[in-house]
């Protein structure tokens, strides 16, 4: 069984940054994928970003090509996701999944395992 607890969210103004982490226990995740995930009130979980077992492939929702960057610590067994230009429209609870077994990317919530708790992240104009 694993565990995912996030963190890092908060209250930004527009263009800020903030960083959020996604801490695994109860196992190692190193060959599991790793998504982050967002939903809105009243909106569907929608993917963000995801990085291989490898950490080889990343991907991310074309909203949030080149102001995200996902990354993951091996020996921390931990999961980054790096927001730079928050823009007001990336306010959302924040998300963490993995999945086991998967040789790439997973982009449904369904295909994720576990999920953690969420992390608010909150953008002002």
């Known amino acids: 069984q694993v565990q995912l607890v996030e963190s890092g969210g908060g209250l930004v103004q527009a263009g800020g940054s903030l960083r959020l982490s996604c801490a695994a226990s109860?196992?190692?995740?190193?060959?599991?994928?790793m998504g982050w995930f967002r939903q809105a009130p009243g909106k569907e979980r929608e993917f963000v970003a995801a990085?291989?077992?490898?950490?080889?492939?990343?991907d991310y929702l074309d909203s949030v090509k080149g102001r995200f960057t996902i990354s993951r610590d091996y020996v921390k067994n931990t999961v980054h996701l790096q927001m730079d230009s928050l823009r007001p429209e990336d306010t959302a609870v924040y998300y963490c999944?993995?999945?086991?077994?998967?040789?790439?990317?997973?982009?449904?919530?369904?295909?994720?395992?576990?999920w953690g708790q969420g992390t608010q992240v909150t953008v002002s104009s």
């Open positions: 990085i291989s077992w490898s950490g080889g492939r990343t």
């Open positions: 109860g196992r190692s995740v190193s060959s599991y994928t």
């Open positions: 999944g993995a999945n086991r077994g998967l040789n790439g990317l997973a982009y449904a919530p369904t295909a994720y395992d576990y």
